[in-house]
């Protein structure tokens, strides 16, 4: 049995490159994408990349696709997708 590496924002850019070269170096890959739906379908064809939509901006969200993935024990985690919020340092919170 190959080993699980989860890869955020898989679905374009340099996750995407880190999920294929993972998936092509014998690890089994489970991504993340919020927006990607029609890359993340391509890289599941091409690859067999197993994809989760997620929106790692909310935590429920995030709460949610940790408790799934721990079932998995994964082996590696690439923690590569980038948010950008823009508001004042007092009105941040983690919900």
Do not use: C
């Not at 880190?18 to 991504?31: I, M």
């Not at 709460?63 to 997708?81: G, Q, Y």
Request: proline letters at 1%.
């Amino acid at each position: 049995m190959s080993k699980i590496a989860i890869v955020t924002g898989a679905s374009r850019g340099i996750g995407r490159a880190t999920a294929v070269l993972l998936q092509k170096s014998g690890y089994q890959v489970h991504g993340t994408y919020n927006t990607g739906e029609a890359e993340a379908s391509e890289l599941t064809e091409k690859f067999g990349i197993v994809f989760h939509k997620v929106n790692l901006a909310s935590r429920t969200d995030t709460k949610r696709l940790a408790e799934e993935l721990a079932l998995l024990k994964p082996f590696a985690l690439v923690n590569n997708a980038g948010l950008l919020e823009l508001d004042d340092w007092d009105n941040f919170s983690e919900s």
